[in-house]
DNA sequence: GCTCCTCGTCGAATCGATTCGATCCGCGCC
DNA sequence: GGCGCGGATCGAATCGATTCGACGAGGAGC
């Protein structure tokens, strides 16, 4: 038992030479029933369970493992729904071609880059998480495994699966404006992982590490002009209520008649730190959003935000490493946006 | 470009043997270093990245990636905040070890078990499901693949992470007796995921495929007796909240003064259904959880529940497979539960 | 001066399959 | 009866590293 049979093994007890035996296992239709039933008998009967993974890995020169990057921890990625969907749209790809999904945590510098080296993978997808100077990215390159991402990272040779950010948000704003608003704020999303949350400066803003967080930033501007942002620390609820609390808990005439928030879970936070500031939406302050996420805590209130196709995103991604994966080329993709207009929005006080 | 150098080809040109390039990687005491920084030299100039991981894998008969089955759609399973945390714990743990999570959707059958035949995996984690009949874990054992499940598969050969299920509900059936309550119905993970709800009958109960579902079960009736039990479809809150509904929906004298649902995430949706119906909680009814899982759109409320150590149990069940990777015993563990009540249970109403 | 030991380097076997081209066999056709 | 052809099987090279034991040189000890 401690020794487990090899192919080898398996052929000789069978009667036929490795080559035909590895033939057998394949399901090639060049070697007769007849001597594929004997080799499968045979195999039974020592206890093979098929071909190793390894073997069979180095010598195709493919593992089967294509890695995903999510931002920091894991388990803040899970706790965005968009990631979520991101992921479920990866695997569903990935799962239909018998390759797995490796979740790896980015942006965290040596640790991934680590890892990279001794993990065999045959592509990796940036998901959540994209820095253009990541070590992780130098390394996949310099290894020559195919490099997809999500909203950046933008670098040579790899392939970018994007939205049209900047345009959802113009829409958003557009909305906003056609309805009067004059004076609106923003919740942006990190500009970097470093735990910094507050008002965004000009030398801030430089240091942006993301794409859709800019992309967002600008579609608002090309409407209102300079827009305040305030900047979080991570993409989550409590963040973007603990935000809502700075731009709201004001006096009236310098309140924000409406806020953007760069996600719908940042804008869930601001609806709760609306209500508990006593503030109605939308009739003392519009709140959009970004994603179309379903927030099943929402309850019958329905988000004005920019609809995106989260779980098409992640397939559009998969799929463009499966190509490169097999040596086709892989084209980008600008997938679309759609403004919905829900129940957050309205007509600027007063 | 389109051939990449070997690590021979790196020894060539440093103009050592490769068994001492190799050493050289390896940052092995045995080269002097001298010629480590030689070998070093020599890969930059050739742009070699580093020994290819498939090849370092064959050779030492590991691959440095452990797959996580979680049930049916990675979707669903994102959604649990247990699994999440369990994700999380299993990363940690792993990422300490260099070695990567692969993520792979369990209870459906046949493509996870064709799955496992081509991917090369380490060990392998049975996260949020466990049938003792999956064929992916025969498929494991007969590779000779080192398993650890949570929560079950109790098979040969698994070692089991565990927590005291059975008590955990059992503590909390005690609260609510000793508070007075008499008429309580539980709310039910899934049985099997086969789409089902509605209340258990026997032979329903008969082919429960989870342990942790049976066990809160037995908790719950070793303090009340027999208690009806209504079966979800998933573990999500609008199966919680719609469950709530068909208990909670009928005139009072039939309506149970308390509800123990088998997870936070249900509870939570049992609290909605009762505030759509415009019951109070726990003056009209009582809601009791299981998990102490963090749900950020429950507010000001504590739910009164059992809290799981979901991140150690991840953490322990990563532990024990690289224990067993590296050929050490590792032993079964039953991490313990603790009661925490909140403001979700009181006296009954009356 | 000789032996022994240590440090550093090298050779060669090995991990377990896949795959291409060659070979062999039997049968059909002329 | 000989030639050719097609289908099944086999040999051998290959994928790219790791690792163990052997080997050689140089220094220390007696």
Redesign the interface.
Known sequence: MSI?PTLAAVAARAGVSPSTASLAFADSPRVAPATRERVLAAAALL?Y??P???????RR?R???V?AFVGE???YA??DPVA??L??GI?EVL?AH????????GDTGR?SA??I?????DAAIFATCGLEDDPALS?LR???VPVVGIEGPVADGVVLIDIDDRRGTRDLAHHLHDMGHRRIEMIAMPLRLDGTRGPVGKARRARNHYRDTRHRMEGAEDVFGPVPVYETASNA??EGEAAGRVLLDVPAHRRPTAVIAQSDVLAAGVL?AAAALGLRVPEDVSVGGFDGAD???L?ETRLTTVVQPSDEKGRAAAQAAMDLVHGRPAEPVVLPVALRIGTTTGPPPG
């Open positions: 487990r206890g369970a098929g190793d993974p390894l073997a069979a890995s180095l020169g593992s089967g493992v890695g921890r894991l388990l899970f706790r979520v969907q992921l479920d695997t799962g018998g390759v797995g999904l490796l979740l790896l945590a640790p680590q890892q080296a001794r993990i065999p993978l390394q310099a290894r020559g609820v409590d709760r927030l099943p805590w309850g």
